[in-house]
């Protein structure tokens, strides 16, 4: 598997942008996916997570309400829609394939990671 990313951009506060995951030698369709980021000088975080059929998302407490995990199996797309970004948002995204069809503990039983696509937040 190899995961790319896409959809980062420059954006004012409050602004809204949508992030794009596919794959490349094998369908995301069976899988869980996650969203990461990494803060300039900050380690990598999780963002949210979808189970395979849509069934489960999740999402940390700092972009509840404003963030929007999202699948097209049948495209093998996630997407991770952002609104009312705010500066604190900026970093690079990253998609990661999880071993499983459930989200499970964010960190855990990740098998493969894209490139990361930039996210910059600032007026």
């Known amino acids: 598997f190899q995961l790319a990313e896409s959809g980062g951009d420059w954006v004012q506060p409050g602004g809204s942008l949508r992030l794009s995951c596919t794959s490349s030698?094998?369908?995301?369709?069976?899988?869980?996916v996650a969203w990461f980021r990494q803060a300039p000088g900050k380690r990598r975080v999780a963002v949210a997570c979808?189970?395979?059929?849509?069934?489960?998302?999740k999402y940390v407490d700092s972009v509840k309400d404003r963030f929007s995990i999202y699948r097209d199996n049948a495209n093998n797309m996630v997407y991770l829609e952002m609104n009312s970004l705010k500066p604190e948002d900026t970093a690079v995204y990253y998609c990661?394939?999880?071993?499983?069809?459930?989200?499970?503990?964010?960190?855990?039983?990740?098998?493969?990671w894209g490139q990361g696509t930039l996210v910059t937040v600032s007026s």
């Open positions: 990661a394939r999880k071993r499983y069809s459930m989200c499970g503990p964010y960190d855990m039983n990740i098998d493969d």
């Open positions: 979808i189970s395979d059929t849509s069934l489960t998302k």
């Open positions: 030698g094998g369908s995301l369709a069976r899988y869980g």
